[in-house]
């Protein structure tokens, strides 16, 4: 990284897109599960039988105990749920690209 670092360090236009690179991949890394999770909450509003279903699964896995991971492996509903607002409210981005030069 610090070979990387020394080499472009002279050419600030390398730069700049290298930190424009950052910022979208730092921002998109934030925005995508707070997205997911409002547009669950919005699809489960308006189905209440899913938000039924879910929330007798997640009673029975954990049965009132936190969360771990093995709890969570063997969901299977909620992963289904989300997959599906994947599917139908995809979180993307438009990222609007300019030329810096013409050969």
């Given at each position: 990284m610090e070979s990387n670092f020394i080499e472009i360090s002279g050419?600030?236009?390398?730069?700049?897109?290298?930190?424009?690179?950052?910022?979208?991949?730092y921002h998109a890394g934030q925005d995508v599960p707070l997205t997911l999770l409002v547009w669950t909450m919005i699809c489960l509003s308006m189905h209440q039988d899913g938000q039924q279903k879910a929330r007798?699964?997640?009673?029975?896995?954990?049965?009132?105990?936190?969360?771990?991971?093995e709890g969570l492996n063997s969901l299977k509903i909620v992963p289904m749920i989300l997959n599906e607002v994947?599917?139908?409210?995809?979180?993307?981005?438009?990222?609007k690209r300019e030329l810096l030069t013409r050969r």
């Open positions: 050419n600030t236009k390398n730069v700049g897109i290298t930190m424009d690179e950052c910022n979208i991949i007798e699964e997640v009673s029975q896995v954990f049965e009132g105990q936190p969360p771990d991971f994947l599917r139908l409210c995809p979180p993307w981005y438009y990222f």
